[in-house]
């Protein structure tokens, strides 16, 4: 409570938290003892259930890919034998800072304006905060897959390829700074005079992390889909959980990857992935996450936006 600045309305909500708590360390002390490289701990999310911590953290939109949609070109073996050994377009101005969703299942704006941000820098321009509000409140694109239509829906999740598309019809998005986040829907206040980015097209990318690897290097950072269930509790380490599922309900960003040793010294590869939970969560908002395993689902739903 301390750490977190957590306050409960009554005793009995503070009795039924501490209980969930108790149950939770039991659990991370059970996630503990099943990764070699992966830490967990008290988080902030530490007094949810799994089922609040989807609910509110989560989207509930299924992040589906339609087969219909364009794919990049793909690279050449050569190509991708050539990368770094590590890479980071942090290092190269081309990442805002951490931004936090608060209690709203938006992840799926954030990594949208984070792929947004970072390829309005990569055409020239400064590098510039773009308002996910925007995407929340006035983004209701759809899709249709299988007979079943996905629609963008504020804080109950939405689809990367679909905040894309709203910003092509849009003709763009506006600045964090002239459309603030509030973190609950509101009505669409979109106003050209603000606007921050534009963009020309989008993408899917291949589901092969190589080619996403050499995309991003190439491109820029990158959006992808997750599951993120047993992200509840990382703190730490490189996440290598071998039972994270592919049920995809958190959009995130790609930003660069590196290799470090696990808890045998052994080699283990890595992704840079940014979150929307804020800089007082895992590694100052970001994760390490196992390059090359497919970890959480991270390569079925790679795609981008172009400037």
């Known amino acids: 409570m301390l750490d977190f600045n957590k306050k409960y309305q009554s005793n009995e909500e503070h009795t039924y938290r501490f209980r969930v708590f108790q149950r939770n360390l039991k659990t991370i002390s059970d996630l503990n003892g099943r990764t070699t490289s992966a830490k967990f701990g008290v988080t902030k999310f530490a007094d949810l259930t799994t089922e609040e911590f989807k609910n509110t953290y989560l989207s509930k939109t299924p992040m589906r890919k339609d087969p ?20 980071d377009w942090r290092q190269k101005g081309a990442v805002t800072d951490v931004k936090n969703q608060g209690a709203c299942g938006s992840c799926w704006a954030f990594s949208a304006v984070g792929n947004l941000e970072g390829q309005w ?20 694109e759809c899709m249709m897959y299988e007979n079943e239509q996905t629609c963008d829906a504020g804080c109950d999740g939405g689809l990367m390829p679909n905040a894309f598309k709203y910003v092509m019809d849009n003709s ?46 190439a491109k820029g950072p990158v959006s992808i889909a997750v599951d993120a269930e047993l992200w509840q509790f990382y703190v730490g380490g490189v996440f290598d959980f071998p039972w994270c599922g592919s049920s995809l309900d958190h959009g995130v960003l790609i930003v660069g990857y590196n290799t470090t040793t696990d808890l ?31 970890e959480c689902g991270d390569n079925l739903f790679p795609c981008s936006a172009i400037a």
Request: with cysteine.
């Open 121 to 140: 820098f990569l055409a020239g321009h400064p590098l510039t905060g773009l308002s996910e509000q925007n995407l929340v409140d006035c983004d209701h």
């Open 172 to 217: 763009g998005i506006d600045t964090e700074s002239g459309y603030s986040y509030v973190g609950f829907d509101q009505t669409c206040a979109y106003s050209p005079a603000s606007k921050g980015a534009t963009i020309k097209n989008w993408t899917m990318i291949a589901s092969d992390e190589n080619q996403m690897a050499a995309y991003m290097v």
């Open 68 to 87: 219909s949609w364009p794919v990049a070109p793909l690279y050449s073996q050569q190509q991708i034998e050539a990368l770094p050994t590590a890479f």
């Open 264 to 294: 045998f010294n052994q080699p283990i590869d890595f992704w840079y992935v940014k979150n929307s939970w804020g800089q007082d969560w895992g590694y100052n908002g970001y994760i390490k996450l196992e390059k090359g395993t497919d």
